[in-house]
């Protein structure tokens, strides 16, 4: 049976809304990455068979399939094609999926998977009628006016005990190990910077304590506990990784980094939301044979600061191991681009450490996850 390993895997640096990446079209922005991939592994772009391209809001500049635009913005042959996947914010970790799964069926030899979002040209909430497309049944099945994410959050601070002084200080946590990691130059063969522009993270806010973060108002309720300080940042950014099968890359002497170990999928309560994390990391450790004592990184999206810290507390999972580089709410969640950028920085951490197992896992909307188990090589 074939298996389906990744060769590399890049990044954008992660730009604030408005900010430094504001002006890259998300397809500029998408081009960026691929041909940063190709370059580092010299892979010719007509060999590519498929890119499998993560967006969410799939509206404006983001409208017409972004990665197939993207690849002719790359100026790679016509010849390539591509299709965009919408599975929420996991939509990039759901394209590794698909690209994981065609190369072990047969279907590819060289796929690409990532995927982009613009937040700031693109706001969240475009793609639906008032920010809101649910149907009067959907509603009426859970008995909410709407979903939201941010009371999300709360329901889930008010559901696992945590106090607004325990998420602030998680959240001043991301920042100090992102800090760490970029004085270290833990993400520079990660990155692909913007010539003459973005060359770093732009989000990371040094010296945030929870101190500091105390001062901020609830975001969401005016009694509540989730705030702009312990939720993660609107984003821009893109990621991108080269699938392919062990064989077809010792054809072409090139080294992959890690096999694509596992990968499920989870669904929970979309009221809650951003629990579905916890089944999907059960479900990927039974599929795997594994122990969570067997992983030596865990990357748990900080969408807010309590959907890692129930994941933690329902797992047992160690704090040194959990968002080891930071995260999201340190530097950013340009949603589409999220899943590949997350598997980016997992896989590099792997291989400067010397990780032999890592998984990641991320909340979506809906009540979804993804779980990917990744084996170093």
Same mark, same amino acid.
């Given at each position: 049976?074939?298996?389906?390993?990744?060769?590399?895997?890049?990044?954008?640096?992660?730009?604030?809304?408005?900010?430094?990446?504001?002006?890259?079209?998300?397809?500029?922005?998408?081009?960026?990455?691929?041909?940063?991939?190709?370059?580092?592994?010299?892979?010719?772009?007509?060999?590519?068979?498929?890119?499998?391209?993560?967006?969410? $809001?799939?509206?404006?500049?983001?409208?017409? $399939? =972004?990665?197939? =635009?993207?690849?002719?913005?790359?100026?790679?042959?016509?010849?390539?094609?591509?299709?965009?996947?919408?599975?929420?914010?996991?939509?990039?970790?759901?394209?590794?999926?698909?690209? %994981?799964?065609?190369?072990?069926?047969?279907?590819?030899?060289?796929?690409?998977?990532?995927?982009?979002?613009?937040?700031?040209?693109?706001?969240?909430?475009?793609?639906?009628?008032?920010?809101?497309?649910?149907?009067?049944?959907?509603?009426?099945?859970?008995?909410?006016?709407?979903?939201?994410?941010?009371? $999300?959050?709360?329901?889930?601070?008010? +559901?696992?005990?945590?106090?607004?002084?325990?998420?602030?200080?998680?959240?001043?946590?991301?920042?100090?190990?992102?800090?760490?990691?970029?004085?270290?130059? %833990?993400?520079?063969?990660?990155?692909?910077?913007?010539?003459?522009?973005?060359?770093?993270?732009?989000?990371?806010?040094?010296?945030?304590?929870? @101190?500091?973060?105390?001062?901020? +108002?609830?975001?969401?309720?005016?009694?509540?506990?989730?705030?702009?300080?312990?939720? $993660?940042?609107?984003?821009?950014?893109?990621?991108?990784?080269?699938?392919?099968?062990?064989?077809?890359?010792?054809?072409?002497?090139?080294?992959?980094?890690?096999?694509?170990?596992?990968?499920?999928?989870?669904?929970?309560?979309?009221?809650?939301?951003?629990?579905?994390?916890?089944?999907?990391?059960?479900?990927? &450790?039974? +599929?795997?044979?594994?122990? &969570?004592?067997?992983?030596?990184?865990?990357?748990?999206?900080? %969408?807010?600061?309590?959907?890692?810290?129930?994941?933690? %507390?329902?797992?047992?999972? @160690?704090?040194?191991?959990?968002?080891?580089?930071?995260?999201?709410?340190?530097?950013?969640?340009?949603?589409?681009?999220?899943?590949?950028?997350?598997?980016?920085?997992?896989?590099?951490?792997?291989?400067?450490?010397?990780?032999?197992?890592?998984?990641?896992?991320?909340?979506?909307?809906?009540?979804?996850?993804?779980?990917?188990?990744?084996?170093? &090589?």
């Amino acid at each position: 049976m074939r298996d389906a390993v990744i060769v590399d895997a890049v990044r954008t640096p992660i730009g604030k809304r408005n900010g430094a990446l504001a002006g890259m079209h998300p397809a500029d922005l998408t081009a960026h990455v691929l041909n940063a991939l190709t370059r580092r592994t010299g892979l010719d772009p007509a060999l590519v068979d498929d890119v499998v391209w993560g967006c969410v $809001s799939q509206v404006g500049d983001q409208a017409g $399939s =972004v990665g197939r =635009v993207g690849v002719l913005a790359a100026g790679w042959p016509e010849s390539v094609p591509s299709t965009t996947v919408d599975r929420r914010c996991g939509s990039s970790q759901q394209a590794v999926h698909f690209a %994981a799964a065609g190369v072990i069926a047969g279907q590819y030899d060289f796929v690409v998977a990532g995927g982009v979002e613009s937040m700031s040209r693109v706001p969240m909430g475009s793609a639906g009628r008032d920010g809101k497309p649910y149907p009067d049944s959907v509603l009426e099945r859970y008995g909410v006016h709407g979903f939201n994410q941010g009371i $999300s959050a709360e329901m889930i601070a008010e +559901k696992w005990g945590f106090t607004r002084a325990v998420l602030d200080e998680y959240s001043a946590r991301s920042h100090e190990r992102t800090a760490a990691a970029i004085d270290r130059g %833990a993400f520079d063969g990660q990155l692909a910077p913007i010539e003459g522009g973005l060359q770093v993270d732009e989000g990371l806010r040094r010296g945030s304590s929870a @101190a500091t973060l105390a001062g901020l +108002k609830p975001a969401f309720r005016e009694d509540g506990v989730i705030t702009a300080g312990n939720s $993660s940042q609107i984003s821009d950014g893109a990621g991108a990784l080269l699938v392919t099968s062990s064989e077809t890359a010792a054809a072409h002497g090139m080294q992959p980094i890690a096999r694509v170990h596992t990968a499920v999928l989870a669904g929970d309560d979309p009221v809650l939301m951003l629990t579905a994390p916890i089944p999907a990391t059960e479900k990927a &450790l039974k +599929k795997s044979g594994l122990r &969570l004592d067997d992983i030596g990184a865990y990357e748990v999206n900080e %969408a807010f600061a309590p959907v890692p810290l129930a994941w933690q %507390a329902e797992t047992g999972g @160690a704090d040194e191991r959990l968002n080891p580089v930071g995260g999201a709410i340190a530097v950013g969640h340009p949603l589409g681009g999220s899943g590949a950028i997350l598997m980016t920085r997992l896989v590099h951490h792997m291989k400067d450490n010397g990780i032999r197992y890592g998984l990641q896992t991320m909340c979506e909307a809906g009540g979804m996850a993804n779980a990917t188990i990744l084996e170093l &090589l």
